[in-house]
């Protein structure tokens, strides 16, 4: 691991290597535009009044820098997007906080003939501050992606969703080590030009290495595309059920929704609606709802306002009592400058709120953070 100057100096240098970049497209371009390679980079200087997300309230400074290359290749049936990165990141006081984080990524995209689809495969290392279990995690994770659509004939189409994901923790033998599986079918039925309805089923399996196994079973309707007049996005209401191995079952009626409304030409709002099982660090199944609404506007060609609120709750299951229960609520506020093509720099505020029946659990985390990116 470097040493803290060493890393301060090294994100000192990037920022202004950033900000002395002359514009330019691709950095190689071969065959107009269907093989290029990209270079990207971003510095990001932060103050977080409660870096491991608990009740003790320990604030420090930070700064985070990345950089990047990136290659597509649009020549043949198959398109290749391939990415590879590099951050770090850098605290003041909790320097044993400090972290390299790589990140690679492949897709490949078939959009032509009958059967269209993508495969993803990525790896990466991540470091955050988990609210659910109120500690800095850095874990690496492997998530493989396959999606696929069959046309039926003009009024029918089904989809399919393979994922694959293995997440292990790093340096901690109290967090629980995740392997998941998830299978989905759709089927889509063509109602307008504009709105496609549809009915799904999916399967997770889920195993920790601190606890049972879990089995969801997802039934859902929903529709996708022009849902009311300047209202764009997909809907779905259904039914879950999550089985723990040897320890009963938990069900809900829940929603997953992400809609989108251009006001004006310049004012733009999008909300999302999720309830869902999830698998905590620890091994706990949660059933966690959240809802939030985001807006922007651009009061310029190069300047963008941008701000957004969030609302939740989170209920730990299978727990001895007192049984943890969770509400936050959450917003942010924003600008983002775009100096030119290629160059932009942009602050935010965040605001974090987590009422908690676990004492250790209730507390307020605010961020302040000024950020440096370009691309080329």
């Not at 090294?10 to 691709?26: E, I, K, Q, T, V």
């Not at 599986?181 to 290495?209: A, C, E, H, N, P």
């Not at 040897?246 to 030409?265: E, L």
């Not at 030119?340 to 987590?354: D, G, I, K, M, P």
């Amino acid at each position: 691991m470097k040493s803290p100057s060493t890393a301060k100096t090294n994100l000192l240098l990037l920022c202004a290597l950033l900000l002395s970049l002359a514009p330019a497209r691709a950095l190689l371009n071969v065959d107009g535009s269907r093989n290029q390679l990209f270079v990207f980079g971003n510095v990001t200087f932060g103050h977080d009044s409660n870096v491991f997300s608990d009740a003790t309230g320990r604030s420090d400074s930070t700064m985070a820098g990345a950089v990047g290359v990136q290659m597509k290749r649009r020549a043949g049936v198959i398109a290749v997007d391939a990415t590879a990165t590099l951050g770090y990141i850098y605290f003041g006081k909790f320097s044993d906080q400090n972290a390299l984080n790589p990140n690679f990524h492949i897709e490949l995209n078939k959009t032509a003939g009958r059967t269209t689809g993508d495969l993803t495969v990525s790896a990466y290392r991540q470091s955050r501050a988990d609210s659910s279990v109120n500690l800095r995690t850095s874990s690496w994770n492997f998530p493989i992606g396959l999606n696929f659509k069959y046309p039926v004939n003009d009024k029918y189409y089904f989809t399919s969703q393979t994922t694959y994901l293995r997440r292990r923790y790093v340096d901690s033998n109290a967090l629980a080590n995740l392997t998941d599986y998830s299978q989905g079918f759709d089927v889509y039925y063509v109602y307008t030009s504009k709105l496609d309805l549809l009915g799904g089923y999916r399967i997770r399996v889920s195993q920790t290495t601190l606890s049972k196994g879990t089995t969801d079973h997802w039934f859902n309707l929903g529709a996708t595309g022009s849902l009311f007049a300047k209202l764009n996005g997909s809907v779905r209401l259904g039914y879950q059920v999550r089985n723990v191995d040897g320890a009963g079952s938990y069900s809900h009626i829940n929603a997953v929704a992400s809609v989108g409304w251009p006001i004006t030409r310049k004012i733009n709002l999008a909300g999302t609606v999720s309830r869902d099982f999830n698998t905590i660090a620890t091994g706990v199944s949660v059933d966690s709802t959240a809802v939030s609404l985001r807006a922007s506007y651009n009061f310029k060609r190069q300047i963008e306002f941008l701000g957004g609120v969030a609302y939740g709750r989170n209920s730990f299951l299978g727990t001895p009592p007192p049984v943890r229960r969770d509400t936050f609520f959450s917003y942010d506020v924003g600008a983002r400058y775009k100096m030119n093509e290629h160059l932009q720099v942009a602050a935010t505020y965040t605001f974090f709120r987590n009422w908690s029946t676990f004492e250790f659990s209730d507390f307020k985390r605010d961020a302040v953070t000024i950020d440096i990116s370009s691309r080329y």
